[in-house]
């Protein structure tokens, strides 16, 4: 990459990406469905890997939705596999590169060695503050807003006062910033119950490339046309800053 991004005006803060054609990936190769997200993760770990060298700080990477438990039972353990392999094996060099790991989502269904593995790095990661890398793992946004709908109500918070910034706090991305930038791989056009109340003004991109294919030059070719993009807010257009 030849720009330095970090000065460019109107750079997201946060992306998100929901990672997505594996399977149509490896079925192309007649391979098995395994085969496209083993690729994938390889493409996870060029993207977080160069993500940083183009000046993103916050990635979001949709890998387990609470709808891919109705997936065949060897796909799912397959997906669990390979989630504990690249966080064990890059859990040293995410944290010798300062990036602070969360994995968001629900715990529940989740077997203890996994548990924690998911404390250990987010543990060891906690102090990091250049790149915040956040797997969302049997994840859901309607199951995440009723977790923190349960946790303020524990609190004893008034929901008849609350602010959306108040409420925001007990969600898995408290502490993270806006969500700017969603991208979709794939050709899908659609959410599939992602980032569902961080999403709410956040700009989305969607391409055919399938997420194994998925290069640094598509992450900035999405970034390119965020910033191109007109953000209003609801408000009228702002003029140009000089
Ligand atoms: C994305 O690839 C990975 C997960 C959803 C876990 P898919 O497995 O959905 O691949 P396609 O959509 O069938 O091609
Ligand atoms: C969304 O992809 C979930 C993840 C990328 C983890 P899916 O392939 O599961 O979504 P649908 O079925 O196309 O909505
Ligand atoms: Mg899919």
Same mark, same amino acid.
Not at 151 to 160: L, Q, R, S, V, Y
Not at 173 to 186: F, I, K, Q
């Given at each position: 990459?030849?720009?330095?991004?970090?000065?460019?005006?109107?750079?997201?803060?946060?992306?998100?990406?929901?990672?997505?054609?594996?399977? $149509?990936?490896?079925?192309?190769?007649? $391979?098995?469905?395994?085969?496209?997200?083993?690729?994938?993760?390889?493409?996870?770990?060029?993207?977080?890997?160069?993500?940083?060298?183009?000046?993103?700080?916050?990635?979001?990477?949709?890998?387990?939705?609470?709808?891919?438990?109705?997936?065949?039972?060897?796909?799912?353990?397959?997906?669990?596999?390979?989630?504990?392999?690249?966080?064990?094996?890059?859990?040293?060099?995410?944290?010798?590169?300062?990036?602070?790991?969360?994995?968001?989502?629900? $715990?529940?269904?989740?077997?203890?060695?996994?548990?924690?593995?998911?404390?250990?790095?987010?543990?060891?990661?906690?102090?990091?503050?250049?790149?915040?890398?956040?797997?969302?793992?049997?994840?859901?946004?309607?199951?995440?807003?009723? $977790?923190?709908?349960?946790?303020?109500?524990?609190?004893?918070?008034?929901?008849?006062?609350?602010?959306?910034?108040?409420?925001?706090?007990?969600?898995?991305?408290?502490?993270?910033?806006?969500?700017?930038?969603?991208?979709?791989?794939?050709?899908?056009?659609?959410?599939?119950?992602?980032?569902?109340?961080?999403?709410?003004?956040?700009?989305?991109?969607?391409?055919?490339?399938?997420?194994?294919?998925?290069?640094?030059?598509?992450?900035?070719?999405?970034?390119?046309?965020?910033?191109?993009?007109?953000?209003?807010?609801?408000?009228?257009?702002?003029?140009?800053?000089?």
């Amino acid at each position: 990459m030849s720009f330095q991004t970090t000065y460019l005006r109107d750079f997201p803060e946060h992306i998100a990406i929901i990672m997505d054609g594996n399977g $149509r990936w490896a079925k192309a190769r007649h $391979r098995p469905r395994v085969f496209g997200h083993q690729k994938g993760v390889e493409t996870v770990r060029h993207v977080v890997e160069q993500a940083a060298e183009i000046g993103v700080r916050c990635l979001t990477l949709y890998s387990f939705s609470t709808e891919n438990w109705s997936r065949p039972k060897a796909e799912i353990a397959a997906l669990f596999n390979l989630l504990k392999k690249y966080v064990e094996s890059d859990l040293e060099s995410l944290h010798a590169r300062d990036v602070r790991v969360r994995i968001l989502g629900s $715990r529940v269904g989740l077997k203890p060695d996994l548990l924690e593995l998911i404390e250990r790095v987010e543990t060891t990661t906690q102090g990091n503050t250049k790149f915040s890398l956040n797997i969302a793992f049997n994840y859901g946004g309607r199951d995440e807003i009723l $977790r923190a709908a349960a946790k303020a109500a524990k609190a004893g918070e008034d929901f008849a006062t609350m602010s959306d910034a108040d409420f925001g706090r007990y969600l898995d991305t408290a502490d993270l910033p806006e969500v700017d930038l969603v991208v979709r791989t794939s050709g899908e056009c659609r959410i599939s119950n992602f980032l569902l109340w961080q999403a709410a003004y956040a700009e989305f991109y969607f391409t055919d490339v399938l997420w194994p294919d998925f290069t640094i030059d598509d992450l900035s070719a999405a970034i390119e046309e965020f910033r191109a993009r007109d953000r209003r807010f609801g408000n009228l257009s702002t003029p140009e800053v000089a």
